[in-house]
């Protein structure tokens, strides 16, 4: 299925092939922590600013995603943000790379100035889904995946040492599918989403965490359901930034941020945080 071209063959039919011709699809999953936290990002717009929950978090107008993403199919919206590692203590620096494609411009000369808001939710209480950390080059080059794989494996080992090699192989298919750096066309997606939705209709995993290509895959990102979101999330806090990048490096200004959301999360209320210190919107963001 790796070499077939993928817009020449239906969803459906890449769905029901992998459904239909494995006798046993592998899962392997991530606790997510209460108390800890997901962010979020929005590119502002020139003169745009952000006043509800709404405004940030999953997409409601679902009839308008045409294309597949790497958890998504058309017309469903997936909740997609980042979470801290050993790597990237920022989940926000995260979204920067996967969200703006001025901020991946590597034109040394190019000047360009835009504006981010980040939401930050907490986790209210522990969930499972699914991780992807079988990509070999991963586990050779990021040490926390390193870490995570060798958790699993020991765990599979232990668990089914008679199907271990034909576990492994499939898992390390769908976690290369998630990995993926060369996307010809959203086509190009429909393995991840496939196994994407599959986790969440036979195992009841309602989201996936995985390595992000953006980062180089030192950064995590999280795709979720919609119920997920609404279940086990609660945003907390919005920060709004000024990213400016100049000749190769990057400098982002802190703007204003919001701890007062309005019922429902639906009217934010801006202070103007110009000029403050790093560490104070860190320990907003970042709760310390």
């Given at each position: 299925m790796k070499s077939a071209n993928l817009g020449k063959v239906s969803y459906e039919k890449v769905f029901y092939k992998i459904l239909n011709e494995l006798?046993?699809?592998?899962?392997?999953?991530?606790?997510?922590?209460?108390?800890?936290?997901?962010?979020?990002?929005?590119?502002?717009?020139?003169?745009?600013?952000?006043?509800?929950?709404?405004?940030?978090?999953?997409?409601?107008?679902?009839?308008?995603?045409?294309?597949?993403?790497?958890?998504?199919?058309?017309?469903?919206?997936?909740?997609?943000?980042?979470?801290?590692?050993?790597?990237?203590?920022?989940?926000?620096?995260?979204?920067?790379?996967?969200?703006?494609?001025i901020f991946r411009n590597n034109d040394q000369q190019s000047v360009d100035t835009f504006t981010m808001t980040v939401g930050k939710w907490r986790i209210k209480q522990d969930f499972e889904i699914v991780e992807m950390v079988f990509n070999q080059s991963n586990i050779e080059n990021i040490p926390q995946i390193a870490r995570a794989y060798e958790h699993h494996i020991e765990r599979l080992r232990a668990e089914i040492p008679d199907r271990i090699d034909d576990i492994e192989f499939l898992l390390r298919f769908f976690s290369d599918e998630f990995a993926k750096k060369e996307i010809k066309s959203d086509s190009d997606y429909k393995i991840s989403v496939a196994y994407t939705q599959m986790a969440d209709a036979f195992k009841n995993l309602p989201g996936v965490t995985y390595p992000s290509v953006r980062t180089d895959y030192y950064g995590y990102n999280v795709a979720l359901t919609i119920p997920a979101v609404e279940a086990f999330l609660d945003l907390e806090a919005v920060a709004m930034f000024k990213v400016y990048k100049k000749r190769g490096h990057t400098f982002i200004d802190n703007l204003a941020y919001t701890t007062e959301l309005g019922e429902l999360k639906s009217n934010f209320k801006w202070v103007d945080i110009k000029g403050t210190d790093e560490k104070v919107i860190n320990a907003i963001l970042l709760g310390d």
């Open positions: 006798k046993f699809i592998p899962f392997v999953t991530a606790k997510l922590r209460a108390g800890h936290h997901i962010e979020r990002a929005r590119i502002n717009e020139p003169g745009q600013i952000f006043y509800s929950e709404s405004e940030l978090s999953y997409r409601t107008d679902a009839h308008n995603i045409k294309k597949f993403g790497r958890a998504n199919a058309p017309e469903q919206a997936i909740f997609y943000g980042a979470i801290k590692t050993e790597h990237i203590e920022y989940p926000r620096i995260v979204n920067l790379f996967e969200t703006s494609e």
